[in-house]
Each structure stands twice: as structure tokens, then as C-alpha cells.
Nanobody
Framework: VQLQASGGGVVQAGASLRLSCAASGRTSGTYDMGWFRQAPGKEREFVAAIDWSGGSAYYADSVTGRFTISRDRRANMVNLQMNSLKPEDTAVYYC???????????????WGQGTQVTVSS
């Protein structure tokens, strides 16, 4: 599975951004998908995840109520709508995919390159 993230940018606090992750590969539409982020000097952290069917979504406490993950299985795309952005959301955002084996939502098999999100105060 190959993953390509896009949609990052520089915005002011309170603004919105929409990240997209295009998945390619013969069975890419059957993977659970997630978004992670890594800020300078910090460890990578979980942001959100969605199961292969799009029926269940999970969020980090820090983004609950502000971010929404969704997927278009026909287009093999996963999106992360980010509203009410804060300076502390500044990070490189990565999309990831994992086999839907019922395992941890924090462990993934495939990773895309990151896209930078910068939120100014």
C-alpha cells in the first residue's frame, strides 16, 4: 500500500484545514486508516483513525470535537477535517494504514510521507 498525504499549509489560529491521504494498491480500500502527527522535539502521537468500513472513528482527546476523519472507499481517500486550529496543532501530519485485524489503533503497517501544518497565533 502506498500512501500520499496532502493539504498541509500555514494558517492562523481558529482557521480550518483539510488533509487528504490517497491510498493506492490492490487492496488499499480494505485497510484501517489513521492520522498521526509529530511536532518538533516531540514524539509522534496519534490523532485519529477510521476503520476499513468507515463505520467507526477514534480520536485523541486533544482533537475531539475539532477534527473529523472520514473516508471515501471508492476513491481510496481518507480525509482529516481540522477546525478551530490551535498553535499546538502545529506538526508534520502522517497518514498510515493497517490490516483490520482488531489490533491496536496505535500500530500501523504502512506510512505515508508527512505534510506540514503550521498554525500561527
Amino acid at each position: 500500500v502506498q500512501l500520499q498525504a496532502s493539504g498541509g499549509g500555514v494558517v492562523q489560529a481558529g482557521a480550518s484545514l483539510r488533509l487528504s491521504c490517497a491510498a493506492s494498491g490492490r487492496t488499499s480500500g480494505t485497510y484501517d486508516m489513521g492520522w498521526f502527527r509529530q511536532a518538533p522535539g516531540k514524539e509522534r502521537e496519534f490523532v485519529a483513525a477510521i476503520d476499513w468500513s468507515g463505520g467507526s472513528a477514534y480520536y485523541a482527546d486533544s482533537v475531539t470535537g475539532r477534527f473529523t476523519i472520514s473516508r471515501d472507499r471508492r476513491a481510496n481517500m481518507v480525509n482529516l477535517q481540522m477546525n478551530s486550529l490551535k498553535p499546538e496543532d502545529t506538526a508534520v501530519y502522517y497518514c498510515a494504514a493497517k490490516v483490520p485485524d482488531g489490533g491496536s489503533w496505535l500500530k500501523y503497517d504502512y506510512w505515508g510521507q508527512g505534510t506540514q501544518v503550521t498554525v500561527s497565533s
